[in-house]
């Protein structure tokens, strides 16, 4: 099973990635962490993303398809397939990651849509805090940790991405409508959308998402 998983920044993406993956047993490639851990490192990739994604920008497709499809030929161990998450965000990207991928087990073949509205969005970004090791995500209002500032899980130190701030998340919503939104109707002309009502907690929105998955 290929999946895209899409929304808008703060619809839940990441969140419900981690259970997807492993409820699935996929291989989750995340765009953003990628170019997160590649700034982190001070790779030439991380360089050249750096500066689009504190503005909030799309980092442009020709870096951004062919850093995908890097990932895409590494993958040794395929489990069930893929979870690709916050990629494609751009008709470009739909369109190279089909030729990409035409006629190899690497197609998709399940798209999901995380529906919030959008004045939602902003309480959920600024107050979305992750951990810097195991990259488990938390919400100051909606989903806090035990310890203020650390982990659950692993208890290593949270911390609130560079982006997570009303500034950069106005223009991220405005890359969203422009750019993504056409992606979504693209796919949905198709007939391969799966919308889920994302406005929930998250316990009651993850067994129709798991269910809807599973048909
Ligand atoms: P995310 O963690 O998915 O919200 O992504 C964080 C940032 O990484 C975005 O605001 C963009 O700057 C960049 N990014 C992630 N995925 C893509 C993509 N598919 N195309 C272009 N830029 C991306």
Not at 13 to 32: A, Q, V
Not at 134 to 162: A, F, M, T
């Amino acid at each position: 099973m290929n999946i895209f998983i899409m929304g808008a920044p703060g619809s839940g993406k990441g969140t419900f990635s981690s259970r997807i993956k492993e409820e699935f047993d996929l291989n989750h490639i995340s765009t953003g962490d990628i170019f997160r851990a590649n700034i982190a490192g001070g790779t030439e990739l991380g360089m050249q993303a750096k500066a689009y994604t504190e503005k909030g920008l799309l980092v442009p497709d020709e870096i951004t398809n062919n850093m995908v499809k890097e990932y895409l030929s590494q993958l040794s161990d395929k489990k069930n397939g893929y979870l690709l998450d916050g990629y494609p965000r751009t008709l470009d990207q739909a369109k190279a990651f089909e030729k990409m991928t035409e006629g190899t087990d690497l197609m998709v073949d399940e798209i999901v849509v995380m529906d919030v509205p959008f004045d939602e969005l902003t309480r959920r970004i600024t107050g979305r805090r992750s951990c810097k090791h195991c990259g488990e995500i938390y919400n100051i209002y909606s989903k806090p940790p035990v310890k203020e500032g650390i982990c659950d899980k692993c208890g290593s130190e949270l911390s609130q991405r560079k982006d997570d701030n009303e500034e950069s998340l106005k223009t991220r919503l405005e890359e969203y409508a422009k750019n993504t939104e056409p992606v979504i109707a693209y796919y949905e002309e198709k007939g391969m959308v799966k919308r889920i009502d994302a406005t929930a907690g998250i316990e009651e929105i993850w067994p129709v998402l798991k269910e809807a998955l599973s048909k």
